[in-house]
């Protein structure tokens, strides 16, 4: 108990300085941005050969405690992941500024000026798993955008997040942005105490599996910035073109099962069902796809039947559930009761009902006749993505830099007061968009 | 327990209607939506006498109650309130269409388009105290808006809920908008079920009391539209002109004080402390402001003592208190401590000084050389104020019809997939805006 209260006092004594290192970040011109940026390259450059041996040892350490493979293959930095990740740093620099871009600008009246305009959040909160070049993205996202961040990484990657930390907070001593900008957290009680400090942290980003993004949106009243599930759809309509069909299903599915963006569930409209499940099954199986379907499906096909749990599975692997549905309308239905509002998308040659699927699908991409694999930010042509939203509110969908700013309102005047505006004699506005 | 049980399913099968009655008018046309509107108001405008009766029978018990007069005269309706009412709703048609904007348009590559366009949230859930018109106000902004709205009044105000509500549905009998698109709950154990319906309810908007406001935040994971604090500062620079600074103060405390973006306490700069505390104290006493201040400010005016308690306190009365800072710094950090987030001002002659404070300030609003009673969306240009949101991420501020939309991103191909774009031969995408 004693413990815990004085480690939650540590990090709120971390967070108020993290964010008063944040605010005067956020007052910093691009170049001074920019530079601390390049700085952080370059000190990532001349310490790679400790980065790599850090890195090896929690590689080292996780192979005795017999991690998985896909969790190791995350975790190993090596040379070329290195490399690569200091490239993505210096992309960071050419990204266009996302502080200061102004939205709205508008003369009130003579004299008295509103404009909003783009400032960072304040300080982020980065949760991920093992992946250790997440934080040197993240860290340079949130500079470029005018934020702090306290990082939270899994405890196989403890000896490359420390290195990493160190070096980044090094290279920023002979930048204007102070190395209290960046913050590390170790032990695992920590990740508890930092979903309470809504007062300090402003956006919390999680990166890791369902499990772990679904406890971190239970347990903060903070913003999360992420997606627990993808359940993506597609529906193959009527009038689809059978060929364009299969060529998607099997894109949709195959490319990166493991995707957030790779569909689960295949609609399938009953008229064209007889034709196009024996293709369709044929290709997917040629893939390695294991099908499940429902009744109706299954008088086509010799598969296993899929439950209502296969409805809201997602699978991330090669297996697909397939449904025949009798309308558009009962698609559209099955989506927005099962879809996880990620992405989902139609095959069709009618422009009408295209636009229906569209207008009435519940979720963040809407897609027709093209793979649910594009829903990606760097596909989208942001630069950078910072995370992918299934939530309602903007920011939704895969998110840009855009997605580590908000707004502010400035108002200017020469001693303007609203009794002018107001009572018997009041002034109108102008509101003349400058 | 049978009953919430019961009630919670009824709940949740309203929710459901209302879910699908505002998908349908999600895809309606401008023009059907207005029509919807015009027919609100025409049903409202047809029986007036009806719901000016209904709307006394409310007033007649609530005062056998002996509710205050303050909740009276919001809870009362009458026919001039009902008349502007009306106006208002007609005034909505006006309003330019929130939904089908375009803030993106990208080719992707060659036939593959992508645009992020607004559309509906979906479904409200609008829980307001006494005022009836506040109904008849968020229908019409919901319906323009292309989303549903389950309902719940204060139990003051249940006759002219249920008699508006049921005018509303009946014109909405004649148009292409459902009338299940519009649901009034009468119960009080209603709320906390329908704060539990995250499935089905996209946004929470409070009109009512902070403590109001802060019960539905504390107990909803559905993002709400609102803000429970309304602490705004106005900080008088060293470099202030001070007849400017009087004028602002007066009219940042008395126009309204009751309003959420009236001023709670004035941040003197020490070296005017001497002059400006006198001739402020006497501006304030002369419009019966009563005054408290920290220790230096007692130095110059005989006034009681503003303990930690008042930095945190909304009066929303003609009180204020008053802190003698030595720096612009100490302005600003007491501000980010104590503040709302909602709007703070400073009055100065130096343009660096006021950059500085609204750079650093955060806050929805930072403004410079004016009151701040100008934060209101109809103030701003909006057309319509849905509330005021405190909260770090957009919509931030006062929020006009925007804040009812969403996006949606939409991408249309020719059959393309991700394949195409990956691997060693990978094409390159195009990104060119449109």
Redesign the interface.
């Known amino acids: 108990m004693m413990v815990n209260s004085s480690q939650s006092l540590l990090l709120k004594e971390i967070a108020e300085k993290t964010a008063q290192a944040a605010?005067n970040l956020?007052?910093l011109s691009l170049s001074d941005r920019n530079q601390a940026i390049e700085a952080i390259a370059q000190g990532l450059e001349t310490a790679s050969v400790d980065i790599i041996t850090a890195n090896e040892l929690d590689c080292q350490l996780a192979a005795k405690e017999g991690i998985s493979q896909p969790l190791y293959n995350r975790l190993k930095l090596g040379e070329t992941k290195l490399k690569a990740t200091i490239k993505g740093v210096r992309d960071v620099i050419n990204l266009p500024d996302p502080v200061g871009h102004i939205s709205?600008h508008?003369e009130?009246d003579e004299g008295?000026i509103?404009k909003r305009v783009s400032?960072p959040?304040?300080v982020l909160g980065i949760i991920f798993e093992a992946r250790p070049e997440a934080l040197i993205q993240i860290t340079s996202l949130a500079i470029k955008s005018g934020n702090g961040v306290i990082l939270k990484g899994g405890k196989e990657a403890l000896n490359s997040c420390q290195i990493l930390v160190k070096i980044i907070r090094e290279a920023l001593e002979n930048t204007k942005v102070s190395p209290d900008t960046v913050q590390l957290l170790t032990t695992r009680e920590e990740i508890r105490n930092l979903l309470d400090l809504e007062e300090y942290i402003?956006?919390i980003i999680p990166r890791g599996s369902n499990e772990f993004v679904r406890f971190i949106q239970a347990n903060t009243s903070i913003?999360v910035l992420g997606h627990a599930d993808g359940i993506c759809h597609l529906y193959i309509d009527k009038k689809a073109?059978l060929?364009?069909a299969i060529?998607?299903t099997?894109?949709?599915k195959t490319?990166?099962p493991a995707a957030c963006n790779a569909i689960e569930t295949l609609l399938v409209h009953q008229e064209i069902a007889a034709e196009f499940l024996p293709k369709i099954a044929e290709a997917l199986t040629s893939h390695q796809v294991k099908l499940k379907g429902d009744k109706l499906t299954q008088n086509y096909l010799n598969i296993e039947a899929a439950t209502e749990e296969d409805w809201k599975t997602e699978y991330s692997d090669l297996m697909l559930s397939i449904k025949v549905v009798e309308s558009l309308e009962a698609a559209i239905n099955h989506i927005?009761i099962y879809g996880s509002k990620h992405t989902d998308a139609i095959v069709t040659e009618d422009k009408n009902s295209?636009e229906?699927f569209?207008?009435?699908v519940?979720?963040?991409?809407?897609?027709?006749?093209?793979?649910t694999?594009?829903?990606d930010g760097f596909?989208?042509?942001f630069g950078a993505e910072v995370g992918i939203s299934t939530?309602?509110?903007?920011p939704?969908?895969?998110v840009g830099l855009e997605g580590l700013v908000?707004?502010?309102?400035?108002?200017?005047?020469?001693?303007?007061?609203?009794?002018t505006?107001?009572g018997e004699n009041a002034k109108s506005?102008t509101?003349k968009d400058v």
């Open positions: 605010r956020g007052g709205i508008r009130l008295l509103l400032c959040l304040g402003d956006l913003p073109d060929e364009t060529s998607i099997v894109d949709a490319q990166y927005n295209a229906r569209m207008n009435q519940d979720a963040a991409g809407v897609y027709h006749n093209c793979s694999r594009f829903a596909r989208y042509g939530q309602k509110m903007p939704r969908g895969p908000t707004y502010k309102y400035q108002v200017t005047g020469k001693g303007h007061i609203a009794a505006y107001s506005f509101h």
